[in-house]
């Protein structure tokens, strides 16, 4: 049974960087699409990209595009995540997911990660 | 690029039947997922590819999609089904990107 467990939450400044970790255990790492969604405080679930670790290459939103970083390291069965220059409506939580099947449900996800943008 | 619209909330009284729609074009054509999301947690699937239940979520959960709505629906309601629901599907037009809908706000009177 695939479990994620992320890092924990970050504190930046505006535009500064942040980097979040995903790890899996319970189920080969390679194998599954890693996927990332963020939710700003009181909104929606918003799709950031992907990943196939076996590939190596992410897949991005296109309002994420040239900002946001998907990478894995299959040695440790972990993703991460980076957003570079930071805003003040990057402020959110920020899943990681396995991306299930060729239609793409998404389970588990992983606890959240809560990162915080402000001068 | 595709968009999914759902009612911003819905109230239904324990033991009562509670139905949320996920509307888009022809949306019938497509695999329609489903996530349970209280507060301080992480979203939770509750049904996938329209109408599936993964292992653990109870029977009173029930998905169906046609033309242009997709429903999820929850039978016999209670206080614990209070929750934000989503509705999700996997836009093949537009780069093999995962949309969801705005979200539901489910009230258990």
């Known amino acids: 049974q695939l479990q994620l467990v992320q890092s924990g939450a970050e504190v930046r400044k505006p535009g500064s960087s942040v980097k979040v970790s995903c790890k899996a255990s319970?189920?080969?790492?390679?194998?599954?699409?890693i996927t990332w969604v963020r939710q700003a405080p009181g909104q929606g679930l918003e799709w950031m990209g992907r990943i196939i670790p076996v590939l190596g290459r992410g897949n991005y939103a296109q309002k994420f595009q040239g900002r946001v970083t998907i990478t894995a390291d299959k040695s440790t069965g972990t993703a991460y995540m980076e957003v570079n220059r930071l805003k003040s409506d990057d402020t959110a939580v920020y899943y990681c997911?396995?991306?299930?099947?060729?239609?793409?449900?998404?389970?588990?996800w992983g606890q959240g990660t809560l990162v915080t943008v402000s001068s | 690029s595709y968009v999914l619209t759902q009612p911003p909330s819905v109230s239904v009284a324990p033991g009562q039947t509670a139905r949320i729609a996920c509307g888009g074009n022809?949306?019938?054509?497509?695999?329609v997922h489903w996530y349970q999301q209280k507060p301080g947690q992480a979203p939770v699937l509750v049904v996938y590819d329209n109408t599936d239940r993964p292992s653990g979520i109870p029977e009173r959960f029930s998905g169906s999609n046609s033309e242009n709505t997709a429903t999820l629906t929850i039978s016999r309601v209670e206080a614990g089904d209070e929750a934000d629901y989503y509705c999700q599907m996997w836009d093949s037009n537009s780069d093999n990107h995962v949309i969801f809908g705005g979200g539901t706000k489910l009230t258990v009177l």
């Open positions: 319970g189920d080969t790492f390679n194998s599954h699409i």
């Open positions: 022809n949306i019938g054509s497509h695999s």
């Open positions: 997911a396995r991306e299930v099947g060729v239609k793409s449900w998404i389970d588990p």
